[in-house]
């Protein structure tokens, strides 16, 4: 594992990117870094040690200015990737897919994808969370990755499902844990899934 490099897109400024500058030769982490208000702060494109949790090997991590719609990296160099809870504010569908495809191309052959998202349990519209449907239709099978591991288990415990935390009330924000949320009328969890480049 020491000889992989490896790429976040809309890493902000996550943990893994520490945890693995320690562990592997080089990770790369892209984000367009313009929010001064959410884990896209400008400054750590020049101080990214300003946001780790404990200590890493600096010149193990380096820290880019980039859009998932446009990786500006050769293809097949990289041998992971980590997309955690990011996709989703790429904007349309269209450029969901178009991150993907690009992920999936930097990838080597044989390269895994972390993808966290979130997932939409009822019939509510979200802008940016996905529905059943829109996960297969823009990540399941939008590229040629592979998931890996079976096929995914939907089932969710109904209490969960009844007892939503709902955000829209401050003082349920610090209950724990954060499994199945709720905002205005849309239900939703988080999904992480592994895919593959074949």
């Known amino acids: 594992m020491s000889r992989c490099r490896a790429i976040?897109?809309?890493?902000?400024?996550?943990?893994?990117?520490?945890?693995?500058a320690n562990m592997?030769?080089?990770?790369?982490?892209?984000?367009?870094?313009?929010?001064?208000?959410?884990?896209?702060k400008p400054e750590m494109l020049i101080n990214p040690e300003k946001f780790a949790p404990f200590e890493y090997r600096k010149d193990h991590l380096t820290v880019l200015k980039m859009s998932g719609t446009n990786l500006l990296f050769?293809?097949?160099?990289?041998?992971?990737?980590?997309?955690?809870?990011?996709?989703e504010h790429f904007g349309s569908r269209e450029n969901q897919k178009k991150a993907l495809?690009?992920?999936?191309?930097?990838?080597?052959?044989?390269?895994?994808?972390?993808?966290?998202?979130e997932l939409i349990l009822n019939n509510a519209y979200h802008h940016e969370y996905f529905?059943?449907?829109?996960?297969?239709?823009?990540?399941?099978n939008a590229?040629?990755?592979?998931?890996?591991?079976?096929?995914?288990?939907?089932?969710?415990?109904?209490?969960l499902v009844t007892n939503p935390i709902e955000l829209d009330k401050k003082s349920n924000l610090y209950i724990s844990?954060?499994?199945?949320?709720?905002r205005g009328d849309v239900l939703w969890t988080s999904i992480m899934l592994f895919l593959q480049k074949m």
Do not use: Q, W
């Open 8 to 20: 976040a897109v809309g890493a902000g400024y996550e943990r893994p990117l520490y945890y693995y």
């Open 24 to 40: 592997i030769r080089e990770f790369v982490a892209t984000d367009l870094y313009e929010s001064s208000d959410a884990e896209g």
């Open 74 to 87: 050769r293809d097949n160099i990289f041998n992971f990737a980590f997309c955690l809870s990011s996709i």
């Open 101 to 117: 495809m690009e992920i999936y191309r930097i990838l080597k052959s044989g390269g895994i994808l972390c993808l966290a998202t």
């Open 131 to 140: 529905t059943i449907d829109e996960l297969d239709e823009v990540i399941l």
């Open 143 to 159: 590229t040629d990755f592979k998931l890996v591991g079976g096929d995914i288990d939907y089932r969710i415990s109904s209490s």
């Open 177 to 182: 844990p954060h499994i199945v949320l709720k």
